[in-house]
């Protein structure tokens, strides 16, 4: 009896797995760098290593979103202006708030960051958002991940006890370490800058509702912002103050307190009030607006708003502006 020789379907079967494992042989993208595979990993479960908090003691420590769609060209103009005017951009260490569905695409970006640049990175991935997205109001862009992502800094990053936290619509004109040195909080746990026309706080919440009426707070207390801030994050663990801010929205899911359009920036106000240090102006002082005059003396412009975005052509942004942006936006050409 002469032996058959396999069938149809199983030589089709295969050569598809051999075609598949020749696939996995050539990827389509570089790998991921082992310093950023471990940064993932040391987020999930790092190891107690006194001698690592003293190495995360030396740097400035900068966190911002990984944002696709329009501001990513934002994030990339952030990033380079940052490295452009820091004296010393070795110092910086960066991290990235990333959601899970943009994780390789994140990747593979400071990946490219830090074999261009060398400054240290690290990404955590937010994964908490499904627990904790019916404590904030949906159908609202600032009701989102990534946005309510940086109020969870303490837990996304448990061994920085210091942060410069930054919106992706900003470029930096100054030097981040003067901004880190200048930021003393060591009685407080935020520091941020009030801003020229920055209105009360009554300007944000609503005044009928019995959670305001009946509270403590300084309705007249001028607001600051939440673009920029520095927080002490060793102070927030102590205080419990996620907690604090938890509080606020929960009470303002069963009546609302405030337009969601500054959910961020009300729910800072709300739990931090008049106990903040107030930075310098200059360090939040610009927007798309800015005369040269305002532009030669602010260290971070704040492109604020829908109409504001210099890498949008149909904004109000003058020449000047759009001009300054593309500069950083061209300073470093990213592969990802």
Known sequence: MVASGPGPLNLLLGLLSLFFILWGMFPTHPPIHPNIARGLAENIGRPSDSNLDAKLNKYVHVTMPYDLGEYNVGMKALINSILKNTLDPHKLFFHFLVEPSSAQKAFFFMSDLEHLQGAPVEASVWTGWEQKKHLYPGGSRFGNSLNVGR???????PRVRKIISLDTDQVVLGD????????????????STRGEKAKKLRYYVRLENPAIANSTLDLDETVFGGGLFVANLTSWRERNLIGKIEE?????????????????????????????????????????????????????LHFAGFDGKPWDLLSNCPAQTRELWEEYFGYIEYTY
């Not at 109020?151 to 990053?157: N, P, R, T």
């Not at 981040?176 to 200048?182: I, Q």
């Open 151 to 157: 109020i969870y800094l303490v837990d996304l990053f």
């Open 176 to 191: 981040l370490a003067d901004l880190w040195r200048g930021a003393d909080l060591a009685q407080y746990a935020i520091g």
């Open 248 to 300: 606020w929205c929960a009470i303002h899911a069963r009546d609302p307190v405030m337009a969601d359009r500054t959910l961020k920036k009300t729910l800072l106000n709300l739990v931090f009030n008049k106990n903040f240090f107030q930075l310098e102006d200059h360090w939040n002082s610009g927007n798309c607006m800015s005369e040269a005059a305002t532009l030669q003396k602010t260290k971070i």
